[in-house]
Structure formats: C-alpha cells, structure tokens
C-alpha cells in the first residue's frame, strides 16, 4: 500500500513503519494517524513491528493545520476534539493492541501526540540526544494521546506530575532511569539495537506474545483475581499453539526452538 506520509518496508518478519516528514519533524497530522493505523492493520505476515522517525525528529507532535477538518470554520477546541476521537486515539489504540511486539526507536525529539506514539509501543529505545515532553501545558493544552494513562503507570504519578504540567524535557539516560523507556543507548547505535530487537522478537512465539501484551495491559486496569484468569484464558490460547509443541519438544531435547508464530 502506498502512504504519503510515512513509509514503509518489510524486512523479514519485522515492518518497519518510518515516520516520513522531516522537514515537519516528523509531525503528526490526522493524516498520518490514519496511515499509522492502516500500516498496523494490514500486518500481513509481519510478526514484529519496528516504528521510528526520518531525520532529526521521531515525532514532533501534532499537526492540526494539515489537512484540518472543517478548516477555520472550526474552533481550536472542537476541531482537537474531533481530530483525537477520528484519527489519533484509534491509532493510539492500535499500536497498544496489535497483537504483535512493537519496538520505537526514538532519535530526536518525541512530543506531544508523539510522546504517546513512542510510549505506547511495547518497548522504547532512545538515543541519548533523544528525548520526551509533554509541551501541552506550554501552549495552554492538555496532554492527550493516552499520556495521562501512561506516564502515571511508568513513572509514576509525581514524575508524571512534573511531566505534564512543568513540560521539561526527559533526555534519553534519564529517561531509562525513570523506568519511562526500555533502554538508551549511543545515538549511532540506536537503529542496530532497534533491529535486532525488533528481529529477535519476530522471532519468538508470535501467539505467546499477543498474549502476554493482553495480560499485561489487563493486569494494570483490573484486580488480581480477573488477572489470574486473564492469565488462564491466555495461557489456554497459547497452548494450543504450534509453537508451544515446538517450545516443549525444543525443552525436552535441549535444542533452541524455532518458532513459526502460529
């Protein structure tokens, strides 16, 4: 399929989907929400997904003046509204739910609408010239995306507080020992530690995997009780995959197995 805003190439088993305006630094409008949304969708045979930004940015934020529905005609207010509810909250949802791993390789500034973008992907790589803000509170907004679901779960509520509402930058290392992010690393190494992640990920069992992102995500909004049996339903689901025989047969032969994500 083709996208005017981000790009998009398969390598092996990984999709790697580049946000592709940098000259905007990679921001974000309604448009490119909606091919984000698409790209996920259509995974074909991917079993991991690889999501990064050209040039100097990953994500810049949102861009409400491309592509505005409505125009001028439109109060700031009502036309965020709509763009969130239309465009970026489904796409958000997708990159939370797609039932592969998601990797962001985060080099540059992720603000904004692309903040949430990185942090929603299951794990964060960032160079050390990478960094995170809420800007929100320094044009009078409110931070959105998911963040406010986020960042109090991974940093908890006072750095979240700090985030949001002082509007400081997060830089890479710190970011790592906030427990915001998954990993920094150098920034001329940041794309190598991406893609053999990425790819080592496309290589476990793909099923087991979905199901851990569900267990996971459930785990943060229910009781102990209903986590145990979304634990139990997930295991069932992963059991009577080809690659739990192969898993088993691997353990009891004492070789690596080799997964085939089904």
């Known amino acids: 399929m083709s996208y005017e805003t981000i790009r998009t190439e398969q390598d092996g088993n990984v999709l790697k989907i580049t946000l592709n305006r940098p000259e905007r630094l990679n921001a974000c409008p309604p448009q490119m929400a909606d091919e984000i949304f698409a790209a996920l969708r259509d995974l074909g045979d991917a079993r991991a997904v690889l999501i990064t930004g050209e040039g100097r940015a990953f994500c810049s934020g949102a861009d409400l003046a491309a592509n505005a529905e409505g125009g ?153 009780a209903n986590t145990l049996r979304a634990e139990a339903e997930g295991q069932r689901v992963a059991g009577n995959s080809k690659d739990a025989r192969i898993g088993a047969i691997a353990f009891l032969k004492k070789t690596k197995a080799e997964f085939t994500g089904s």
């Open 72 to 224: 001028a005609s439109i109060e700031g207010g009502a036309r965020s509204y709509t763009a969130l509810q239309k465009h970026y909250n489904p796409m958000i949802q997708m990159l939370a739910n797609v039932p592969v791993p998601v990797v962001a390789a985060v080099g540059g500034p992720a603000a904004g609408v692309g903040c949430s973008i990185a942090l929603a992907a299951d794990f964060v790589l960032a160079g050390k010239k990478g960094y995170f803000l809420q800007a929100f509170v320094n044009i009078g907004l409110v931070p959105d995306g998911g963040s406010s679901w986020m960042l109090p779960r991974l940093i908890g509520l006072a750095q979240a507080t700090r985030m949001m509402m002082l509007g400081e930058r997060i830089h890479g290392e710190e970011a790592e020992r906030l427990g915001l992010i998954y990993k920094c690393v150098e920034d001329d190494a940041l794309m190598a530690e991406a893609e053999a992640l990425a790819h080592k990920l496309a290589d476990g069992p793909t099923i087991a995997l979905g199901q851990m992102k569900q267990t996971l995500r459930a785990g943060l909004e229910s009781d102990f």
